[in-house]
């Protein structure tokens, strides 16, 4: 049994000798061939790595160009408050029937709806009164003058029925004016107003329905007509970045559902107060609506800097986006790159990019960042 056992323990041992002898001649095969997989050893984290060959990873060089900063925000479409118009009844009534919905285009002194109101009916009984006050008055004013001319009364109670009719005409008059208000027409009684548009435009809020009441002007608007022939872009600028936007600044306004569509903006307005949550301000943009603006659409608004400055421009394949940050490896000798964080800009060119701070004019990093990356954490 003993030397059954001594002769298993040898031929082991032959067997692990001869495999590693073959591993041997397949590394030096295959390090001879152009093929050879690349030996990657990491140093201090992932911010140094060390590779065995390091040609495979050609390098580019940061060019300088001139260009203007850019910041680029993004806002909604809302409406221009100052073209806002409410639409109210001043008469309290009934809402007989509705001609206009949220979302109709109007114009001016269109139908919009009819209210049956009390208010009427008591504003003609008034103007009926004041009417036949005034003849009244009229009439004792002729009288008085004919008595007054034969001596029959005093000149103080001629006086009293001038008085008397003038107050009558200034009832008459308020009462003309009272039921003008109401928007109907003395010379056609009726208990029904007509609410019209006072403006042409957009429906943009409705508080009414058909058979519902109001109160007038104790009642929210009927509806909001608005001019969206210029609307305002609102955005929101970060702390940081308000010393980039200016009163009266120009910016280029994308919309999201029109991308290759640019409007120009102009800045109108910067927020005074700041959102405790994100630090942002709201920045206002003044810009003319063809037509395919609408209200709640996202859009992309970007200012531009004045002066122009000298920037470093690398491909784009060069910076690696990871973790929302952006990286560049820069050789460092001795087959070892550094990974070196830097902040991106605007794309100068297709496939250029500009790089803000990080790297200089003339700095050489590896051409495909991602490449050397996948290699890194492959192995």
């Known amino acids: 049994m003993r030397r059954i056992m001594v002769v298993e323990v040898a031929i082991a041992v032959l067997v692990v000798v001869s495999l590693a002898g073959c591993g041997r001649r397949v590394n030096a095969d295959t390090l001879a061939s152009d093929s050879a997989p690349i030996e990657v050893i990491h140093e201090n984290g992932a911010s140094i790595v060390t590779v065995d060959h390091p040609e495979r990873f050609p390098l580019a060089t940061a060019v300088a160009q001139r260009s203007r900063q850019e910041l680029k925000v993004t806002g909604v479409v809302s409406a221009d408050v100052s073209r806002n118009v409410p639409v109210i009844s001043v008469a309290s009534g009934r809402i007989l029937d509705i001609r206009a919905r949220l979302g109709d285009t109007v114009t001016k002194d269109q139908l919009l709806m009819r209210v049956q109101s009390a208010d009427i009916a008591e504003a003609f009984s008034d103007y009926q009164q004041a009417l036949a006050d005034e003849k009244l008055m009229d009439a004792q004013l002729a009288r008085s003058k004919i008595l007054y001319a034969k001596g029959a009364i005093a000149q103080k109670d001629l006086e009293v029925a001038q008085d008397a009719e003038e107050k009558a005409d200034v009832s008459v008059a308020a ?44 009642s929210p608007n009927a509806f909001t007509i608005s001019d969206l022939s210029h609307v305002w872009i609102l955005c929101d600028v970060y702390e940081n970045d308000l010393p980039f ?70 491909p784009a394949s060069a910076i690696l986006h990871l973790h929302d940050r952006d990286w560049v490896f820069v ?17 100068v060119s297709p496939g250029r990019q500009e790089v803000l701070s990080g790297v200089r004019p003339g700095d050489r990093v590896v051409a495909d960042a991602l490449d050397l990356q996948n290699t890194a954490v492959d192995n």
């Open 175 to 218: 009462a003309v004016q009272h039921l003008r208000v109401l928007g109907v027409d003395k010379d056609h009684p009726t208990d029904i107003v007509e609410v019209r548009a006072p403006a042409s435009g957009v429906i943009t809020d409705q508080q009414v329905t058909a058979a519902s009441g109001t109160q007038g002007l104790g």
């Open 245 to 314: 936007v200016h009163l009266g600044q120009t910016a280029d306004v994308h919309l999201n559902a029109y991308p290759n569509i640019v409007y120009q903006g102009r800045l109108s307005n910067i927020g005074a107060i700041l959102d405790p949550n994100i630090r942002t301000a709201k920045v206002r943009i003044e810009v003319a609506n063809p037509g395919l603006m609408r209200l709640g659409m996202f859009v992309e608004a970007s200012f531009h800097s004045q002066e122009s400055r000298m920037r470093a421009v690398l």
């Open 331 to 347: 050789p460092q000798g001795n087959d070892t790159f550094r990974r070196v964080e830097v902040r991106s800009g605007a794309m």
